[in-house]
Structures are given as structure tokens and as C-alpha cells.
């Protein structure tokens, strides 16, 4: 299973951005995927997840300005970031879960499959 994230860069406060992780390699029909973010130093933050219901789950410091989606045909997930502010800059890492259906999880043990990450950049 392979996962490529794309879409990241530099953007002023308030500004908006598009993440994109394609997925290979992964054929179950049931999926629970998330997006997370590295901040220098820390911990890897869970702030997005869906799962194959397409149920959704956001960490407080995103809710109402990130929307976490899925191409209906292809295995693309998106994370669509609006109104950014500086403390978003990090890495942002997409992640697939070997454990499809179970809840839609924030927690990093939940997840088996990593891309390498996209860095976003907010400037104030």
C-alpha cells in the first residue's frame, strides 16, 4: 500500500489550500483514512478523518475551516483548507488504518499506512 500526498505550499493567513493523498495498492472495500500534521519537535496531531460511511471527525483547532473528502471513483482522498492561520504551518501526513470498520479515529496507532507528507506554510 503506497500513499502520495500532493497539493501543499505557501499561502498568506486567511488563504486556502487543497491537500491530496492517492492511494495504491489498498483493496478493501472499506477504508478509514485520516490526515495529520507534524509540527517541528511534536507529536503527530490527527486532524481529519473519514471513513467508508464517510463519517467525519476533526480536531478542535480545525472544525469549521477543514473538510476531509473522497473521489467517489478513485481511491483520492482530499483535505480541503480554508481560512489558514499561521499555527497550521506543519507537515501534513495522510494515513490508511489496516482496521477499515472500526470508528473514525484521531489516535496515529489507529493507522498502519503513511505517505511521506506535504508541507504547508501559512504566512502572517
Known amino acids: 500500500v503506497q500513499l502520495v500526498e500532493s497539493g501543499g505550499g505557501s499561502v498568506q493567513a486567511g488563504g486556502s489550500l487543497e491537500l491530496s493523498c492517492s492511494v495504491s495498492?489498498?483493496?478493501?472495500?472499506?477504508?478509514?483514512m485520516a490526515w495529520f500534521r507534524q509540527f517541528p519537535g511534536k507529536e503527530r496531531e490527527g486532524v481529519a478523518t473519514?471513513?467508508?460511511?464517510?463519517?467525519?471527525r476533526y480536531a478542535d483547532s480545525v472544525l469549521g475551516r477543514f473538510t476531509i473528502s473522497k473521489d467517489n471513483e478513485k481511491t483520492i482522498f482530499h483535505l480541503q483548507m480554508n481560512s489558514l492561520k499561521p499555527e497550521d504551518t506543519a507537515m501534513y501526513i495522510c494515513?490508511?488504518?489496516?482496521?477499515?470498520?472500526?470508528?473514525?479515529?484521531?489516535?496515529?496507532?489507529?493507522?498502519?499506512?503513511w505517505g511521506r507528507g506535504t508541507q504547508v506554510t501559512v504566512s502572517s
Open positions: 494515513a490508511l488504518s489496516n482496521w477499515p470498520r472500526y470508528a473514525p479515529s484521531l489516535d496515529s496507532e489507529d493507522f498502519h499506512y
Open positions: 473519514i471513513d467508508t460511511n464517510r463519517a467525519t
Open positions: 495498492g489498498y483493496t478493501d472495500n472499506y477504508y478509514r
